[in-house]
């Protein structure tokens, strides 16, 4: 339950997907807030790479990649990461945060990988109270976002019923 400062993650990330894609991806950091979460760092980091690693394996050169972070009505916040890659077939949906679960196995064995890491992004999730969204169309791509209720955000201007960032 420590406070992670979410623009300094992100960056971090962003740093990473950059040499990962190696100049075959447009990739995009959008923060549209400053405030940060509570929770682990480690984990969240895990967790959010996973889905940024996932968005560059599976979507083809000259292809983009978008990271969002923003508030969301309700209060809480968003994660988002989305893509232009393959696109996952609906049937496949409910399935896909299972260990081991692949898609298609000949991609997987194209673009590596074990078939754990949306487990991971899901078990992270859940120990954040926080849940995994995921919409996608095939041969348009990806959005997967991490939700945050509003009890895991500390805003950096707080209201009085809000603690700030330390």
Known sequence: EDP?????????????????????HAIALHVETSDAL??????LRSAFGNLVSNAIRYTPAGGEVA???ARDPDGGASLAVRDSGYGIPATHLPRITERFYRVSN???????????????VKH???????????ASEVGKGSTFACRF???RLLPRDPTPETPALP
């Open 124 to 134: 992270v999730l859940g120990l954040h109270h926080a849940s995994l969204d995921i």
């Open 38 to 43: 509570t929770g682990s760092a480690d984990e």
């Open 67 to 69: 990271i969002r972070f």
């Open 106 to 120: 000949s991609r997987s064995r194209e673009t590596g990988g074990t078939g754990l890491g949306l487990a991971i």
């Open 4 to 24: 992670v400062d979410i623009e300094d993650l992100l960056d971090h990330l962003h740093q990473d997907a950059l040499a990962l894609s190696n100049g075959r």
């Open 149 to 151: 209720d509003p009890g």
